[in-house]
């Protein structure tokens, strides 16, 4: 079992939809968590990040973690076309330097 | 954030032969880390790179194969060596962020190999 689980898409939505991208975890180390955006022969940005369970909102993005489920979603509203790409999770832990570990990436399309 | 830039963006390689990614990061930084992106994969560590000191190594990966230097707080390169066409992949460049472990990546080098 990977560590880090991400439904790799492809994910197809209309302009204007809510999308919901998740992951699902294994290790209950795991304390801080990231959002990265990728675009097209582009490297990873990162979107957001948060610490522990809770939600966190930027603009058109939501962070949300749920440490009792291991579970982490990133819900963007409105979604645009610009917002098609491949949106990686990613998780480490607290305390130092800690390696991050990255889910494989779910492709979204947002058609027009 | 760190604006990181990488050379060469792609590249298309002969199998046998060998070639030098650098990265070049517009701040001084303790620690450098190199990725390997494969289709349908994860991004995986291959090494961190810090300066003055040799780079460690992930599971799998070993320094005769990936040569790493970090002659600066603001360079590093890697080596493919002795390359196969199972090292085409996308090689990507980070420094981490505080405090999270954050990772902030460059553009990439796209390598195909024949």
């Known amino acids: 079992q990977k560590e880090v689980e991400q439904d790799p898409g492809p994910l197809s939505v209309p302009e204007g939809a809510i999308v919901s991208l998740n992951c699902t975890y294994s290790?209950?180390?795991?304390?801080?968590f990231m959002w990265y955006r990728q675009y097209s022969r582009k490297g990873p940005e990162l979107l957001m990040y948060?610490?522990?369970?809770g939600n966190k909102e930027d603009g058109r993005f939501t962070a949300q973690v749920d440490k009792s489920s291991k579970y982490i979603s990133l819900f963007i509203r409105d979604s645009q076309p610009s917002d098609s790409a491949t949106y990686l999770c990613?998780?480490?832990?607290?305390?130092?330097?800690?390696?991050?570990?990255f889910g494989t990436g779910t492709k979204l399309q947002v058609i027009p | 954030s760190a604006v990181i830039s990488q050379k060469p963006s792609r590249d298309i390689c002969q199998r046998g032969t060998s070639l030098t990614i650098q990265c070049q990061v517009d701040s001084q930084v303790t620690m450098m880390f190199w990725y390997r992106q494969q289709p349908g994969q994860s991004l995986t560590l291959i090494a961190t790179a810090n300066q003055g000191s040799e780079a460690t190594y992930e599971s799998g990966f070993v320094i005769d194969k990936f040569p790493i230097s970090r002659p600066n707080l603001t360079f590093s390169t890697l080596t493919v060596s002795n390359m196969s066409p199972e090292d085409s992949s996308i090689y990507l460049c980070s420094v981490e962020g505080t405090p999270y472990n954050e990772q902030f990546f460059g553009p990439g080098t796209r390598l195909t190999v024949l």
């Open positions: 290790n209950s180390a795991f304390q801080y």
């Open positions: 948060t610490y522990s369970s």
């Open positions: 990613a998780m480490t832990g607290s305390g130092g330097y800690q390696k991050v570990t």
